[in-house]
């Protein structure tokens, strides 16, 4: 995909929608963008610290003169920490840009409920930042238009961002499009280099035990499976060892990640994939989908795999990996997963054969930071979110200070990288942490940052994945970045909602029970009437609008 292909076609797609509303006597959000720039800057709001003549485009302070921007943060509900105007990073942000920033924090159980209200009362913050909260562009941007789009403004008056996205080779803020081919946010990223979310793995002592050789396909390893449960490879004298540990729809360690072995790329939300040919597909009606459930029918019922697999939550199967006594997993990595002392010292990374499909992850950013229509600094503001990406800013609000002693923080090695040196151990933090702006693309972030062991594990992985043929030619998460309307949207989560329903429950029976040819057509036909044909062809649309390369 060429850098920004997908936005510039949403926005020739869009173009004829946007002219049928120009000339009308209502101020719009474009009027808004236009007037950030300077034109019209009488009766639109960003003009104020511009018009005064105490803006400054380059350097710092931003402006002459201290201006206010109230910022409404979203933070995890796991998150305690000081206020925000307390915390030095933040206060030698306001420092140097010159302007007082008050805040607004809010949890992220509140976070909904809180933000509607805010929209309703017609008082708006300056800007809401919210990687760990959702804020409906559609809604409030596209058709409300009480938030204003930022392209042209981002071109302006945020370089630094500027400069990291057009290091990439994709553009990563493609998923931040509206479906009127407008960007209403700045993007939160956090780079890894990787490509699939999905990773299989093997127990090598066990296979040592029994003098096995590494399974190459789903034969072969259903042969060591068996061997694993008769043949006493922990050698403890007790048939008490789980051949394949998994979940029904349990995250990693679901059904979901077993369908890619069956050639099946399943995502990890929606119950559909782009093929290779940029066809949507919808999952529970492919062949690979029913050999599958036929297999898991044979683990079940041989009993190799966990016999608690239709009650067993995420927890539950991740205290048994932490236990150690597993044959074969599939997971994100083996390292920092909380079960370091578990399966982590025994197994390996397995690499199913070339008919294997696994989900194409693409490192692209999530919505982070967005300005309301009621800003009267917005070219301040976007100098402002821009400087809260300055290299040392940003790592004090994700890790805490610099050389910092008291278990959080950061430092430069002897290679001039970055090193966190933060336990995680703090109780109440003085830094934001991941709530706060970070723009962080892979490129970027591996020349500057010391990665962690895990996250070197992750992309090892990930690059023999990638050699070896197996991950998805177009990534689902292209369905993410669908160009959806609201309306559009909020049918799809009810149809998501059905279909996963059916899915999950008939894929419990077919496990427990087997798949027939009369139960598996029972099965298909049920999604006749559940509106998944209209549900596929709806993305299948809006994939083709995207002419995704």
Known sequence: MKKKAIALLLAVSMMAASLAGCGGGSSTANDADVSAQGTNSQSQPGASADAS????????????????????????????????????????????????????????????TKLNLMFASGEYPDVIIAPNGTVDDEEYGVSQQLLIPLDSLIEQYMPIYNERVNAEDDDPTVSL???????????????????????????????????????????????????????????????DEVPLEMGLDTGFYGIRYILPLFGIPCDPEKWIYIDDDKKVQFVAAQDGFRACMEWLSMCYKEGLVDAELMSQDLNTIETKLKAGNIGFFAAWRLKAMGFDDGVAKDCVFWLPDSSASCYRY???????????????????????????????????????????????????NENGKIDSINDGMVEIRNYPDCNMMFFAPGKYLSDIFNMPEQRLEKTEYSLKSDESGIIQKYSNDYLDMAPLTSEQLQSSTLTETDINNAVVENIANFVVNGVTDDSWNSFVSMFDGMGVADYVQMYQEAVDRMDIE
Do not use: C
């Open 53 to 112: 003549g105490n803006f400054n485009k380059e350097g710092y302070p931003i402006v002459n003169e201290g201006i206010t921007l109230k910022v409404m943060l979203a933070i995890r509900d796991s998150d305690t920490m000081i206020a925000p105007e307390q915390m030095p990073a933040v206060q030698r942000l306001d420092e140097l840009t010159g302007i007082k920033t008050e805040w607004e924090v809010i949890k992220s159980a509140d976070w909904s």
């Open 362 to 412: 693409l490192e692209v950013a999530r919505p982070a930071a967005f300005v309301t229509a009621t800003n009267r600094n917005v070219e301040a503001t976007m100098r402002w979110l821009d400087a809260t990406l300055e290299t040392e800013t940003q790592f004090s609000m994700y890790y805490g200070e610099q050389d910092a002693t008291d278990g959080t923080g950061w430092k430069y």
């Open 177 to 239: 499009v509206a479906s009127d081919g407008q960007t209403y946010s700045v993007g939160y990223l956090v780079g890894q280099n990787i490509n699939t979310n999905q990773h299989y793995f093997i127990n090598q002592e066990w296979l040592d035990a029994l003098n096995l050789q590494t399974p190459t396909d789903v034969e072969s390893l259903t042969e060591v499976l068996r061997r694993f449960k008769t043949d006493d490879p922990n050698g403890n004298g007790q048939a």
